[in-house]
């Protein structure tokens, strides 16, 4: 399993997201599921709040794949923010991205509505395509599967992907909070090592000055630490001097220009620049956000 998949597989099977899932889906009427980049999974299937009349679509493999194609239309658009397409049938889905710093490596999807009261005509046309693409059941459950779904204007429906919004700002936390507690399941040597840097963070910490702490050379080292979480040893010392700085501009007596080298970072440049790499956000907009 890729490590993306892995991480929003342990990101969707967590107490945080079944508790998010039921209150969005209980509040809303709407399913919502977390999903990679690539899947080839069918949105919503076999979820209690699934749309009807996408269930009977999704039944069929050939239906299955204009499914898929809508999904994927969807994940292009919304690669760098929210957005909403409609399928073929006049139903519409919205996907949030949820971001690992700068990258987006997941998205949040809802939908499966209308946001206007269908009419005769596009329903007669919405049954018509079913048929037409291999659904068994009759024109009058086609039809009757339609009605039943959910009906959401367009400014309601802004307003609930607002929701989604803020939880994948939180889902992006914990993501970090998950690649760090990864990293820390590791060889005794890069346990070691990684003390170091917890200890001694706002010091010029190289890699040569782990190595020869742990005894062993830098290749090894480095060596390790690829192994033990796919991190390297700088990445996980600009990460943990990134967390400190985190804590320290939620005080806003402490300038930004002082928390640069209070974790260790060299230049006001360096620092901005890594810091919005890890966190989405300069420093300013980050304190910005948590201070509002």
């Known amino acids: 399993m890729k490590p993306d998949k892995a991480l929003i597989k342990e990101l969707a099977d967590s107490e945080l997201f079944r508790e998010y899932e039921q209150a969005y889906s209980t509040s809303t009427g709407m399913p919502v599921a977390f999903r990679s980049l690539e899947t080839d999974e069918v ?3 076999g979820n209690e709040m699934e749309n009807s009349y996408c269930a009977l679509m999704a039944a069929r493999n050939h239906t299955c794949a204009s499914c898929l194609q809508t999904q994927d239309a969807l994940r292009r658009k ?3 923010k929210t957005a909403t397409v409609q399928c073929a049938q006049g139903l519409f889905e919205a996907a949030v991205p949820v971001h690992l710093g700068e990258k987006v490596f997941g998205f949040l999807l809802t ?5 206007e009261r269908p009419g005769d005509a596009q329903v007669e046309i919405a049954v018509a395509k079913a048929i037409e693409q291999g659904v068994q059941q009759s024109r009058e459950e086609l039809r009757t599967a339609y009605l039943k779904t959910l009906v959401i204007n367009r400014e309601k429906f802004e307003s609930m992907l607002k929701l989604l919004e803020s939880f994948a700002e939180l889902l992006a936390v914990k993501s970090n909070e998950l690649v760090i507690a990864r990293a820390n399941k590791e060889h005794p040597l890069v346990t070691k090592a990684k003390k170091m840097v917890v200890d001694r963070y706002a010091e010029d910490i190289s890699l040569g000055d782990a190595a020869k702490a742990v005894n062993v050379s830098p290749f090894y080292l480095c060596k390790l630490f690829r192994r033990s979480g796919g991190m390297t040893f700088t990445e996980f010392v600009a990460r943990t001097r990134v967390e400190k700085a985190k804590t320290l501009l939620l005080n806003p007596n402490h300038r930004v220009s002082e928390v640069v080298y209070e974790v260790g970072f ?5 620092f901005n620049r ?17 201070l509002a």
């Open 78 to 80: 919304a690669s760098g």
């Open 266 to 270: 060299q230049s006001l440049t360096h």
């Open 43 to 45: 949105l919503f299937q």
């Open 111 to 115: 939908g499966q509505i209308l946001t």
């Open 274 to 290: 890594v810091f919005k790499k890890l966190t989405g956000k300069s420093p300013t907009g980050y304190r910005r956000s948590k």
